[in-house]
């Protein structure tokens, strides 16, 4: 090709893409980036039924977190676990999915796991009744009753009508009572 043939075919390239960036719909609206009725994408499907990003109800890790909460409901922490831990991969400012990771990393005992996720879950969502409430009942399965004990307090400070912190404070005060060595 010659110097004017290509740039003459890269300027009409160039026109073809430009205008293929704005379609307006019928209320004299200007969208970008929408696909319109009968384009084609670069694999040569249709657009139809492919949803834009306005169209999205949902983020990434909401599937897993669901999942995974139905999976810890099951008492299949290891499941839920990797989940969770999928959540925070996806979703990694979700103190939910980080609580959620540290609960299922108690739950088969993988507390230096567990201590990693209540750090960033702690940075997102603060000193929370549930996560000083999970935090105390991490250090009641590692034996920890003194540290268990400081965080269930705070717990009931914060909500002190909750039944599950009191039913973790009696838990505890159970543990202390038969304690096995």
Same mark, same amino acid.
């Given at each position: 090709?010659?110097?004017?043939?290509?740039?003459?075919?890269?300027?009409?390239?160039?026109?073809?893409?430009?205008?293929?960036?704005?379609?307006?719909?019928?209320?004299?609206?200007?969208?970008?980036?929408?696909?319109?009725?009968?384009?084609?994408?670069?694999?040569?499907?249709?657009?139809?039924?492919?949803?834009?990003?306005?169209?999205?109800?949902?983020?990434?890790?909401?599937?897993?977190?669901?999942?995974? *909460?139905? +999976?810890?409901?099951?008492? $299949?922490?290891?499941? %839920?676990?990797? /989940?969770?831990?999928?959540?925070?991969?996806? !979703?990694?400012?979700?103190?939910?999915?980080?609580?959620?990771?540290?609960?299922?990393?108690?739950?088969?005992?993988?507390?230096?796991?567990?201590?990693?996720?209540?750090?960033?879950?702690?940075?997102?969502?603060?000193?929370?009744?549930?996560?000083?409430?999970?935090?105390?009942?991490?250090?009641?399965?590692?034996? *920890?009753? +003194?540290?268990?004990?400081? $965080?269930?307090?705070? %717990?009931?400070? /914060?909500?002190?009508?909750?039944?599950?912190? !009191?039913?973790?404070?009696?838990?505890?005060?159970?543990?202390?009572?038969?304690?096995?060595?």
């Amino acid at each position: 090709m010659t110097g004017p043939m290509r740039l003459a075919a890269i300027a009409g390239l160039l026109l073809i893409v430009l205008s293929g960036c704005q379609t307006a719909d019928s209320s004299g609206v200007v969208r970008t980036n929408e696909p319109s009725k009968g384009d084609m994408t670069a694999f040569g499907d249709a657009f139809d039924g492919l949803k834009t990003v306005s169209d999205v109800e949902y983020y990434a890790s909401d599937q897993a977190i669901a999942e995974a *909460k139905n +999976q810890f409901r099951a008492e $299949n922490y290891g499941n %839920a676990g990797a /989940l969770f831990y999928k959540a925070t991969q996806l !979703a990694p400012n979700d103190g939910g999915a980080w609580m959620g990771l540290a609960a299922c990393s108690d739950r088969i005992r993988r507390f230096d796991l567990s201590d990693y996720a209540y750090r960033q879950a702690f940075r997102l969502v603060g000193g929370t009744p549930e996560y000083y409430n999970n935090v105390g009942y991490s250090y009641l399965l590692r034996g *920890k009753l +003194q540290d268990a004990r400081s $965080n269930f307090l705070k %717990a009931y400070e /914060l909500v002190p009508n909750d039944p599950t912190v !009191a039913n973790n404070l009696l838990l505890l005060s159970s543990s202390v009572k038969n304690l096995e060595r």
